[in-house]
């Protein structure tokens, strides 16, 4: 995936548990970002990030926590508050001249 | 805000051309993107074009943008089963936050053999 990896491919969430989505890069990009994609649905921003110790909230960031602490790393927390997490996640970091690449991806279900 | 939309759905058959287009509405837009998605992956930059350009074409892809009316088409030449995906359209912005890709809710190509 271009020097960016997302981990696990898949993830289980049991009600009321928290869970962390990794997303790691070493390209050196400062910007970093998740979205949410839903079935047959575009993609939702949930937080993004443009630098280290700096993030921002995007479009859906109720019931999601991040952290920037170093510039590689961007970890998604799924909290209890998200009510309805069961969904496919995307982590993505950005190249201005050519867009954004993406992570393969993680496919959150809770049981 | 930038907003991007896309038709829902396309199919065509094997061997045909398919044109998928997009329009948007930031007329400051800088550079357009289409991105494939296959199924459980995540999305694959196909190609992009630099906003004071007309047309660029890249092997069997051929994008035409037209900036006046803010519409983006992407055209992929002799269709294959293999390109059956979604197709994501993205505009790139720049605003307080910094630069800032905006997609539509992509568009699903259906290959028919």
């Known amino acids: 995936d271009g020097g960016i990896t997302q981990s696990p491919k898949y993830l289980f969430r049991k009600e009321g548990q928290n869970v962390t989505l990794s997303c790691e890069q070493n390209l050196n990009h400062d910007a970093m970002y998740w979205y949410r994609q839903d079935p047959g649905q575009g993609l939702r921003l949930i937080y993004y990030s443009q630098i280290v110790n700096d993030f921002q909230k995007g479009d859906i960031a109720e019931g999601y926590s991040v952290s920037r602490e170093k510039k590689e790393s961007f970890p998604l927390t799924v909290t209890s508050a998200q009510k309805n997490p069961t969904a496919f996640y995307l982590c993505a970091i950005s190249d201005t001249f050519r867009g954004y690449t993406f992570g393969s991806g993680t496919r959150l279900t809770v049981v | 805000g930038e907003d991007v939309e896309q038709s829902l759905f396309l199919s065509v058959r094997e061997g045909d051309s398919s044109v998928i287009n997009c329009t948007y509405t930031?007329?400051?837009?800088?550079?357009l993107y289409w991105y494939k998605q296959e199924p459980g992956a995540g999305l694959q930059l196909l190609t992009y074009i630099f906003s004071n350009m007309d047309m660029k074409q890249d092997q069997r892809l051929t994008v035409l943008l037209n900036k006046k009316d803010k519409h983006l088409s992407l055209r992929i030449a002799d269709t294959q089963t293999g390109d059956s995906a979604i197709y994501f359209c993205?505009?790139?912005?720049?605003?307080?936050?910094?630069?800032?890709?905006?997609f539509g809710g992509g568009t699903r190509l259906m290959v028919k053999p």
């Open positions: 993205a505009s790139l912005t720049n605003n307080n936050a910094g630069n800032m890709l905006t």
């Open positions: 930031d007329s400051s837009s800088t550079y």
